[in-house]
């Protein structure tokens, strides 16, 4: 259990001993398993959807005895007339929002809680650092109720409204983090240049805030395209239903007759967040190694 | 909270503040563009959302849901002032013990497997060996999907009744069937759904870990130090900030389980209560019930609990947490 130090990386350039290739296959032995385990109920998902009805809960083997595409033509059928993509659509619409108003939003009261003098400063940042940590639920209900005497419920606004005022305490904190990284003298300079704060933080410090403006919009996406609580309270009518409410409903009404439908479906759900991080793999675990993203 | 969560983030600046240009210093007759009038309209300016939004969406919702605690308020039927019945009646209810019960559970097997699982596998992946990049993307990638529906769905299907897990269990001579319908064991559906994603603390791990300085562990070799003395005196001590940092987050997070618990045990916590956990209980109490005024007072006794194990870990961290550079008497 020796920790990454110089040493080992040097006995490796020389000649490998034989215990040092038996530990090598050991090690990746061992990384294997872990492997195996962590991927099997992806790859499960995988092969569930091309299976026949009576082959997905009886066999354990992730090998289907036999394929079939019917799954995926009857997930494309949607819910109860509405089709598939309608509920793409609107996750969509209800994720891109969220990442529009986290950037614009968490970036503007980051600048002014990281870069700027002003009286109740520091309690306000005490708040956003609280509220880090309280639970959201408790303050679920009386949301419910102001939404819904503003006459919004059964809308997106409920569910986006909150990341355009810079209320994810997390991604401030991030933001804020990230701002103290960069040095002052920047904003000095620029002030003795004549640029006023508007300037600094336009031409300034967005650009250089932009790893953090990356690493907010992928996450934002990805947890805006799971959420689930919030559209379970908000959406009630199936046409507005983003993909985790559809899939509640349908696995509520139809997986009993339809359990391959249900697999092709959930699997179709997955494919942007699995896209998403393979694209932006590197930037993902960059974020969270240096903030402490909770992933 | 004095103490930094994040422990790889650059060193603040706060402390360090040189002498800047803003205001003052008018003998100098420098110019100062920006005064401190300008700063400060500009920093309420861009405040001013946040403002708005605080007020109106989360500290008067707070306040208002401290009041609703102390009414019978019903959605439709309205409600009025009942002190601390609400408070009184919970410990009669015996939803509230099933929901507490559950929870608890849930947060001690969780997140210390989890923990546990992510160190582990930390460890072995700063070893400098070929594909820790792979590995550690692959052993990521489930924290992104796990809280899903989708994943939910999925979980169900693995430990329902001749279903995956009951078939590979049944080989060495398990009787239970599925998870999901013996109440005995069905939590663990929700335990091993948190510990497989074990790669989000993982990759928090490997960062602390890659700071652990490598001449404390060359200078304990020399003196005769194995490998297990190593871990418990250097490597535990110089990683006990990230440690800290992620049992709280994660204990913080595991007492607020709601999405996979719903879709798994629905509002009833099926079967028999035992995946009642207490946000689902919360919500079927105001969603279902409309019992607004009785479920704001569970959801108060939440941020009670949740404060008084924060605190309790704070003060915990004071005499077991390492800061490296500042003196720990």
């Not at chain 1, 349908?250 to 439908?261: D, F, K, P």
């Not at chain 2, 992620?246 to 079967?271: D, K, R, S, W, Y």
């Amino acid at each position: 259990m020796s920790v990454a130090t110089e040493a080992p990386r040097v006995i490796g350039r020389r000649k490998r001993s034989g215990a040092e290739r038996a530990k090598s296959v050991v090690w990746h032995a061992a990384m294997l398993a872990v492997l195996v385990v962590v991927l099997y109920p992806a790859f499960w998902v995988l092969t569930a959807s091309v299976r026949e009805n009576s082959d997905i809960l009886t066999n354990i083997s992730p090998i289907p005895t036999s394929i079939t595409w019917d799954n995926f033509a009857s997930a494309f059928d949607g819910l109860a007339g509405i089709p598939l993509w309608r509920f793409f659509w609107n996750s969509l619409v209800i994720s891109a929002l969220s990442v529009v108003g986290i950037v614009a939003s968490c970036s503007i009261t980051a600048y002014a809680l990281g870069r700027l003098e002003f009286p109740g400063r520091k309690a306000m940042f005490a708040v956003v650092i609280a509220t880090l940590l309280l639970p959201g639920q408790v303050m679920l209900i009386p949301q419910y109720l102001i939404f819904s005497e503003m006459d919004v419920v059964n809308t997106i606004f409920p569910l986006v409204i909150g990341k355009f005022l810079g209320l994810d305490a997390f991604f401030v904190f991030m933001y804020v983090q990230f701002l103290r990284g960069i040095p002052r003298e920047l904003d000095q300079a620029a002030t003795i240049d004549g640029a006023g704060h508007f300037r600094i933080f336009f031409s300034i410090m967005l650009p250089l805030l932009r790893p953090a403006i990356v690493t907010s919009s992928i996450f934002t996406f990805i947890w805006s395209w799971n959420d689930f609580m919030g559209p379970l309270i908000y959406l009630h009518e199936i046409e507005k239903f983003p993909l985790p409410r559809l899939l509640q409903s349908y696995n509520n009404t139809e997986a009993v007759s339809n359990y391959g439908g249900m697999m092709a479906m959930t699997l179709l759900s997955l494919v942007p967040v699995v896209l998403f991080f393979l694209v932006f793999q590197k930037f993902l675990i960059k974020g969270i190694a240096t903030s402490g993203v909770k992933g | 909270m004095s103490a930094s969560p994040s422990t790889t983030a650059p060193p603040a600046a706060e402390g360090a503040e040189a002498p800047t240009v803003r205001g003052g210093r008018g003998a100098a007759k420098r110019r100062t563009p920006i005064s401190r009038r300008g700063e400060r309209l500009v920093g309420y300016t861009f405040m001013t959302p946040w403002i708005i939004g605080s007020l109106v969406f989360t500290v008067g919702p707070m306040l208002w849901s401290l009041y609703l605690s102390f009414t019978d308020y019903h959605l439709i039927l309205g409600g009025d002032f009942i002190g601390f019945a609400n408070y009184t009646a919970m410990f009669e209810d015996p939803m509230f013990a099933r929901a507490v019960k559950v929870t608890l559970l849930y947060v001690l097997l969780a997140v210390p497997l989890k923990l546990v699982a992510s160190l582990a596998v930390a460890i072995l992946l700063t070893q400098s060996r070929r594909g820790i990049g792979f590995y550690r993307a692959a052993f990521y990638m489930p924290s992104l999907i796990a809280m899903s529906v989708g994943i939910a769905i999925v979980w169900k299907a693995l430990f329902a009744g001749g279903g995956p897990q009951d078939q590979f269990m049944s080989w060495f001579g398990w009787e239970g069937g599925g998870f999901i319908g013996n109440p005995s064991v069905s939590i663990l559906m929700l335990v091993l759904l948190s510990v497989w994603t074990f790669g989000a603390p993982m990759v928090i791990f490997m960062a602390g870990l890659l700071q652990v300085p490598g001449e404390l562990h060359e200078a304990a070799q020399v003196d005769g130090a194995g490998k297990w003395h190593r871990f418990v005196h250097i490597t535990i001590p110089m990683l006990s900030p990230v440690i800290f940092f992620n049992v709280l987050m994660e204990t913080v997070h595991a007492f607020q389980l709601f999405g996979p618990a719903f879709i798994i045990g629905g509002t009833a916590g099926g079967p028999a209560w035992s995946t009642l956990f207490y946000t689902v209980r919360i919500y079927a109490l105001a969603f279902v019930d409309l019992r607004m005024g009785y479920a704001s007072a569970w959801a108060w006794m939440l941020v009670l609990a949740v404060g008084v194990v924060t605190l309790i870990m704070f003060r915990a961290a004071k005499n077991l947490v390492y800061y490296a550079g500042e003196d720990n008497k």
